[in-house]
């Protein structure tokens, strides 16, 4: 059975750093191409991080340089690095597992519950 489980999120001030960990079980990180999602508040879920069994990844323009994506293969479990948070970074945070390089949500599925993380100024 495919789980993936978010966690790491929390409440920071802009500048903060959080990592997030997503759990995964039912198969192995290392074989998969996965991401990192967010939703905020009244916004359509998008894409920011992504990371090929190669190692490739790509990130939105919005996070390119504060955040980085990263998987543990040992733990099977995939991280999420975030910098210099600010508070547009509000949002819940999901990861899920995809068929293609790309940041659209469309091209992933299995989602997780997801993380709350919140920026305050």
């Known amino acids: 059975q495919v789980q993936l489980v978010e966690s790491g999120g929390g409440s920071v001030q802009a500048g903060g750093s959080l990592r997030l960990s997503c759990a995964v079980s039912g198969f192995t990180v290392s074989s998969y191409l996965m991401g990192w999602f967010r939703q905020g508040p009244g916004k359509e879920r998008e894409g920011v991080a992504i990371?090929?069994?190669?190692?490739?990844?790509r990130y939105s323009d919005s996070v390119k340089g504060r955040f980085t994506i990263s998987k543990d293969n040992a733990k099977n479990t995939l991280y999420l690095q975030m910098n210099s948070l600010k508070p547009e970074d509000t949002a819940m945070y999901y990861c899920a597992v995809g068929y293609a390089l790309n940041l659209s949500p469309a091209y992933f599925g299995s989602w997780g519950q997801g993380t709350q993380v919140t920026v305050s100024s």
């Open positions: 990371i090929d069994r190669d190692g490739m990844t």
